[in-house]
C-alpha cells in the first residue's frame, strides 16, 4: 500500500484518480489549492489539506509531516497565474522560478522534481491509475472523418509534433491546411473559441502528446468541455493520441459527439 499525494489543480481527474488509487488499497492524501481545486475532492480522500497557490514551503512541510514519499500531480492549473499573482509566491516558490532559463512547463516541473526529491519525495506517473481513460487508436463515434477533415488531421498533427518540442501547447487547429489557432498559456477551449471567430464551421482540432512525453506532467486531457466547446465554435473533428491522452467521461462525449455530427478519431 502506498502513500500518495495527490496535488489537485481543477476538474474531476483528481477525484477519479483518488477513487482508483483507492480502490487499489492505496491512502490518498489531497493536496487542494484554494479557489482551483474542487471541493469534492475531500470527500474522496482519507485526509485533505488546502493552500494557496504558490505556497511551496507550507506544502513541502504537510507531505513530510503526512509521510508522503510519492506526489501525483494532476488537474489544471492556470499558466497565467505564474505572471499574474507572482506577488502571492513564498519564497521558495519566488526562488525556484528565478532559476529557471525559461517559463515552460516542463522546465517549471522538472524543476520542481529536483527539488522535492532532496526530501525524497518522488513525483510518480498516475496512468498507471488511469489505464480506462486512454482509448486505443480507432474511429470512437458514428462518423468518421471525410476526406478534409482526414487530410486536416494529419497537417494538424505534424504541425502538432514540432510545436511540442518548444513546449507551447499540446492542441492545433485546422482548416483546408492552415492553421487557425493554436494553444498558449490561454488553455484549449479559448483557443477553440478563437478558431470559431476566425473562421467558419469545418475546421478540426487535434491534441497530442510531447514527443518523449514525461507522464508525470502535464498529459493531454479531453473532457466534455473540450466537445463542447468544439460544438460551439464549428469544429466537426477531433483527433487525440492513443495512449497518451486521457478522454474523460468517454460514453457522454461520444454520445454528445453523435448528437452534433462531430467526428472523434484516435491516432
Not at 507550507?58 to 497565474?81: E, H, T
Not at 510518480?124 to 462518423?143: F, N, S
Not at 466537426?236 to 478522454?247: P, R
Amino acid at each position: 500500500m502506498a502513500n500518495i499525494g495527490l496535488v489537485a489543480g481543477a476538474g474531476r481527474l483528481p477525484i477519479i484518480f483518488a477513487d482508483n488509487a483507492r480502490r487499489l488499497g492505496d491512502k490518498v492524501v489531497g493536496i487542494g489549492i484554494n479557489g482551483m481545486t474542487a471541493t469534492d475532492l475531500e470527500n474522496h480522500v482519507d485526509k485533505f489539506i488546502w493552500f494557496e497557490f504558490g505556497a511551496l514551503q507550507k506544502m513541502i512541510f504537510a507531505v513530510l509531516s503526512n509521510r508522503i514519499n510519492k506526489v501525483v500531480l494532476l488537474g489544471k492549473i492556470k499558466k497565467d497565474l505564474f505572471f499574474k499573482d507572482d506577488g502571492k509566491f513564498d519564497e521558495k516558490t519566488k526562488s525556484l522560478l528565478t532559476k529557471l532559463g525559461d517559463n515552460k512547463d516542463y522546465s517549471m516541473l522538472n524543476k520542481v522534481s529536483e527539488f522535492l526529491a532532496k526530501f525524497g519525495i518522488e513525483i510518480i506517473d498516475p496512468t498507471p491509475y488511469l489505464k480506462e481513460l486512454m482509448p486505443a487508436k480507432g474511429i470512437i463515434t458514428k462518423r468518421e472523418p471525410d476526406k478534409e477533415e482526414s487530410e486536416d488531421i494529419d497537417y494538424a498533427k505534424t504541425v502538432a509534433r514540432e510545436l511540442a518540442r518548444f513546449d507551447i501547447g499540446q492542441t492545433v487547429i485546422v482548416k483546408n491546411k492552415t492553421v487557425i489557432a493554436l494553444e498558449a498559456v490561454e488553455g484549449t477551449d479559448e483557443a477553440i473559441a478563437r478558431a470559431g471567430n476566425l473562421s467558419k464551421k469545418g475546421f478540426v482540432l487535434v491534441k497530442m502528446a510531447r514527443p518523449n512525453q514525461d507522464m508525470r506532467f502535464d498529459i493531454p486531457l479531453v473532457g466534455l468541455d473540450t466537445v463542447e466547446a468544439l460544438a460551439r465554435a464549428g469544429g466537426t473533428a477531433l483527433a487525440l493520441e492513443a495512449e497518451k491522452t486521457l478522454l474523460i467521461d468517454r460514453d457522454t462525449i461520444v454520445s454528445f459527439a453523435d448528437q452534433k455530427g462531430i467526428s472523434i478519431v484516435v491516432v
